[in-house]
């Protein structure tokens, strides 16, 4: 069974400092994977794509692939309280669907 | 306005009813998915759909039934609704380009089955 592996949090950070958010996945052959940013009670919003090894950068978030490891980040520099949400990594798992994490939350204090 | 709609938006019903939850969207996506979350089980694939005449069942679509009667529009049914679906339901799209298969999400529908 394809499954996404993420730590249920939550994650606390100071505000101004990195967050770091992980993931692991079970389908070596997965080649897209995605950030979704979820707060409580709204849809998920896409921040971000990765589909080649190494980092993709889009403003303060940076996504990480390593393929080998079949591991998945996200680093969100200058963490700001806005960004306290529930972070959901998902994969491609075949015939264009997705199969999502449970999520980490985050908390960024002032 | 929004790309990708829901209705209704919260809904109440008791156990046994039949109910319709309907997905639009404006984007021009050809793929749309009906997905279900429940706390602690996360986001959850019922049924999708590639275009109107191709339909697919999910994870856990038993209990579920769709109908894709545009390319814009898709529409999840409970037959007989049971408490265990209450859950908040979102709507997708996506349209995949090349490596893309990026989707998209409606506001959710909270479902409530008494």
């Known amino acids: 069974q394809k499954e996404v592996e993420q730590n249920s949090g939550p994650l606390s950070v100071p505000e101004g400092a990195i967050a770091s958010l992980n993931c692991t996945y079970s389908?070596?052959?997965?080649?897209?994977f995605f950030w979704y940013r979820q707060y409580s009670g709204k849809s998920p919003e896409l921040i971000m794509s990765?589909?080649?090894?190494g980092d993709k950068e889009d403003g303060r978030f940076t996504a990480q692939l390593n393929k080998a490891s079949q591991y998945v980040s996200l680093l969100i520099r200058d963490s700001q309280p806005s960004d306290s949400a529930t972070y959901l990594c998902a994969m491609e798992s075949g015939y264009s669907t997705l199969t999502f994490g449970k999520g980490t939350m985050l908390l960024v204090s002032p | 306005d929004a790309d990708v709609t829901q209705t209704p938006r919260n809904r109440i019903t008791k156990t046994g009813k039949r109910i319709m939850l309907e997905c639009s969207q404006t984007?021009?996506?050809?793929?749309m998915y009906w997905y279900r979350q429940d706390p602690g089980l996360g986001l959850r694939l019922i049924y999708y759909?590639?275009?109107?005449?191709?339909?697919n069942k999910g994870e856990i679509s038993d209990g579920y039934s769709v109908s894709r009667q545009a390319q814009a529009k898709f529409s999840l049914s409970l037959e007989s609704a049971i408490p265990n679906q209450t859950a908040l339901y979102f709507c997708a799209t996506s349209d995949l380009t090349g490596y893309e298969n990026e989707q998209f999400f409606g506001p959710g529908t909270r479902l409530t089955v008494l």
């Open positions: 984007k021009g996506h050809d793929r």
């Open positions: 990765i589909y080649s090894n």
């Open positions: 759909s590639f275009d109107v005449k191709d339909i």
């Open positions: 389908d070596r052959g997965s080649q897209s």
